[in-house]
């Protein structure tokens, strides 16, 4: 007689097979060992171990950006999870499709603080969509269905699952559940047309785009939409490859040092079509940019999650649509009547102006000319890389991003989260150039995973920028207690010799010059390239240096 029986752990995995999932990332721990057991005999799935939980969360955030499907990771209980929790704010605030599973402590055990408990549902339910624990083993198809959905629906966003060791040891009966089918939400024909009627009477509208549920077929489809009506389009923070930047009314980026030109052509703007985004802190400038109320403007709010309609911004039309099915049917709508504005042209030479580099006087180092070296030498669909820090602006405004997925940048402001999320791109994207961009401080939140690199044959271009300091906080302390530098210096390894260790290939650079002959000997190998570039501190953004700070 066949026995059905199947462990926990072997009911688990079976599920993520049938969800499509093909990549998990981990720091193994004795509390899923059941899961480790079961993914040694499904080849599908690669296992892709870390050398701490804070990789492994942001590398499987990064590839649910990638991907649209949740990316996978597992953690153990207590630290791991803790560890983990920095992936997961990450994955919420960013609305990336994500699903982490904690191996916890067994059932009987709960409530005596016993060795590394937390509770897990309550710890993540602040910064997850969902949270629970699968204490039936017969439930697993049940939670990760739903959770696959949860990920996925509306606001994309993490969720967590708690799965105590001896429930993925138990022997039972499960019923399978397949693949979980998209839903694509169309937008209703009334609100198209109220949005066309919008347009009709609009002097100065402006697009601000990019963030939940975005794509490439809704980045195809509303660039089509925006060039053919020449609406101005705006990305939102960190959400530059929202429309590849070749488009001709793409109008640069919103968030830390954007073009002032695009800051007062939205300011300027009788209506503001918001597709995606949030219209979070970061994109509005504290919410100053465009208020919530928005006097003088009208606003037409389009997100694929009616909570997020009205939440913060008041919308004078709101639209619940997916956004490729909103993108697509605003490409094709037929309204003779709709005139072709001229600021899109505009807007996009303002933004080609201010996103080709000048050099400046004085420099040794300037960062602004590297960039420009990089766009000559590295293919137009090189994903780009970055955590948080002043460096990263310099990408920011000079980057020419092409087709969607080439950024991977965290909007809520973490630091450490370049060099994970390069690893996962090279994994998911083997003939494409990923490129980690970190500051000295940055690289070293997570600079072990060069070791998760190396097993798994990534190649990974890393441009560290070290100019001595946690540059961001440097910044607003000069702004704020001119010349009372205290706690933001930082004393360095030999980035060279570390790159080396791993097995890597390194060089340093200390002039503007040097930049360009060193990537071009980085881009004739593979694995592990890292350019150390050593600035000065007193540049401390790509407009702004700390005398110019202490004289305002």
């Known amino acids: 007689m066949t026995s059905n029986l199947r462990t926990g752990g072997r009911i688990l995995v079976d599920q993520l097979v049938a969800q499509g999932c093909d990549r998990v990332f981990t720091v193994p721990g004795e509390s899923f060992l059941a899961v480790l ?4 005999d499904t080849p599908s799935i690669e296992a892709v171990v870390c050398r701490q939980e804070g990789g492994v969360a942001y590398m499987a955030d990064a590839d649910g950006k990638m991907t649209g499907m949740p990316g996978v990771a597992f953690v153990t209980r207590g630290p791991g999870a803790t560890n983990a929790s920095a992936g997961v704010h990450v994955a919420m605030q960013d609305s990336t499709p994500m699903i982490l599973f904690v191996g916890d402590l067994d059932r009987g055990d709960r409530d005596r603080e016993g060795f590394q408990e937390i509770d897990m549902a309550a710890f993540f339910a602040p910064i997850a969509k969902w949270s629970a624990r699968i204490d039936d083993a017969r439930r697993i198809p049940e939670y990760v269905a739903r959770a696959y959905r949860v990920a996925t629906a509306g606001r994309p966003g993490p969720v967590v699952l708690a799965i105590p060791e001896d429930m993925l040891r138990d022997s039972v009966e499960a019923i399978d559940r397949p693949a979980i089918a998209p839903i694509a939400q169309p937008a209703c024909a009334g609100a198209m047309g109220a949005l066309f009627e919008l347009l009709k009477d609009a002097a100065a509208p402006v697009a601000i785009i990019g963030g939940a549920d975005w794509s490439p077929a809704a980045a195809h489809h509303f ?5 053919r009506h020449g609406i101005p389009v705006a990305a939102a923070f960190r959400r530059q490859d929202a429309i590849d930047n070749g488009c001709g009314v793409y109008a640069g980026q919103l968030g830390y040092g954007p073009n002032p030109k695009l800051q007062q052509r939205i300011r300027d703007a009788d209506l503001l079509l918001v597709v995606g985004a949030r219209l979070g802190e970061a994109t509005t400038d504290g919410y100053t940019l465009v208020t919530p109320d928005h006097p003088g403007q009208l606003l037409v709010h389009v997100h694929p999650d009616a909570n997020e309609l009205g939440r913060v911004y008041r919308p004078d039309l709101p639209i619940c649509a997916d ?9 094709g709508w037929g309204d003779p009547d709709l005139v072709r504005f001229s600021a899109g042209d505009e ?3 303002e933004w080609l102006a201010w996103s080709d580099p000048k050099p400046r006087d004085g420099v040794r180092l300037d960062l ?11 293919p137009a669909d090189a994903i780009i890389c970055n955590g948080a820090g002043n460096f990263s602006g310099w990408w920011h405004r000079y980057w020419r991003y092409g087709a969607m997925p080439c950024q991977l940048a965290p909007t809520s402001g973490t630091m450490g989260y370049g060099l994970p999320a390069a690893v996962a791109a090279s994994l998911r994207f083997r003939d494409r150039v990923a490129v980690c961009v970190a500051g000295d401080g940055d ?7 060069l070791a998760t690199a190396v097993r798994y044959g990534a190649d990974v271009l890393v441009i560290l920028v070290d100019n001595g300091a946690y540059g961001t906080i440097r910044m607003h302390q000069e702004r704020d207690y001119p010349d009372r530098v205290s706690a933001t210096g930082l004393t360095n390894p030999d980035f060279v010799q570390l790159t080396q260790a791993y097995g890597g290939w390194a060089e340093r650079v200390d002039a503007t010059a040097d930049f360009a002959p060193a990537l071009a000997r980085a881009m004739e190998r593979k694995g592990i390239r890292l350019i150390h570039c050593v600035t000065d501190v007193e540049v401390i953004n790509s407009s702004t240096t700390i005398a110019e700070l202490h004289s305002r």
């Open 37 to 40: 057991d079961a993914l040694h």
């Open 223 to 227: 660039a089509h939409f925006a060039h």
């Open 323 to 331: 956004m490729a099915e909103f993108s697509e049917t605003a490409a």
């Open 347 to 349: 807007a996009h030479g």
């Open 368 to 378: 602004g000319p590297c960039v420009a070296a990089m766009r000559d030498a590295l």
């Open 443 to 449: 690289f070293l939140m997570n600079g072990q995973e």
